[in-house]
């Protein structure tokens, strides 16, 4: 397996912009979670899934972001408009119940 | 409530010698505990998790924890500490509440620096 894959590695956007980050998880997997991390806040859950339908979204910090999760191999964190306190590090982790998260590889996010 | 503490913003220590990152946890019923590293412009990678068993566990890279109930601790140890040890580490607890049972609560973490 290929591991959760994530893309892309590195966005760069103006203010304003849509931004769209995508996460493939590891088939097989129920569960897949949206993290940020900044070095400010350090790690922070946005939202996750559990067979593809939203559990948690309560740290999703406002309306301009929105997670879908359409079918079991794929996840979009989308947002809209993206603004420069969005920059950070966005990690899509994927696991089964009783194990451990397999992280990907995060998209670096700059919003100038 | 469910919570993870991480005492050590920081760890300093010489190569060669032992090494011990501090965890602690508050949860209701029995802890799912894990293990994570990160290296730097990378992803969490999972180290070891303590679920049921033999307190002491070990994981990947030579690392081992051990889980003390009654100090409520899951350290992570190592014997020997490597210049490439050097990195992010966070331990985590699985939210066992109802509704939330898959999601896992991180420590702000704890750097490691290991110096030759």
């Known amino acids: 397996d290929a591991g959760v894959i994530q893309s892309p590695r590195h966005e760069v956007t103006e203010m304003g912009q849509e931004v769209t980050l995508r996460c493939k998880p590891i088939s097989g997997h129920d569960y897949l979670f949206w993290y940020r991390q900044t070095m400010m806040r350090g790690l922070e859950l946005l939202i996750y899934f559990n067979n593809n339908v939203p559990i948690d979204d309560s740290g999703m910090p406002e309306d301009r972001f929105s997670a879908k999760m359409p079918n079991a191999s794929f996840s979009t964190l989308k947002i809209q408009p993206s603004e420069p306190r969005d920059s950070a590090v966005y990690f899509c982790?994927?696991?089964?119940?009783?194990?451990?998260?397999?992280f990907g590889s995060g998209t670096r996010l700059t919003v100038v | 409530a469910q919570s993870v503490a991480q005492p050590e913003d920081q760890v300093n220590v010489a190569e060669g010698n032992p090494l011990t990152v501090k965890c602690t946890y508050s949860v209701s019923g029995n802890p799912y505990l894990f293990w994570y590293v990160q290296y730097p412009n990378r992803g969490l990678q999972f180290l070891l998790k303590y679920i049921t068993g033999d307190n002491l566990v070990k994981g990947s890279y030579g690392f081992e924890a051990e889980f003390n109930k009654s100090q409520t601790s899951f350290h992570l140890k190592k014997p020997s500490a490597l210049v490439s040890d050097s990195a992010l580490y966070f331990c985590a607890v699985r939210d066992m509440r109802s509704g939330n049972t898959g999601k896992l609560i991180f420590g702000q973490g704890t750097t490691l620096q290991v110096k030759p």
């Open positions: 982790a994927s696991s089964l119940l009783a194990g451990g998260y397999t």
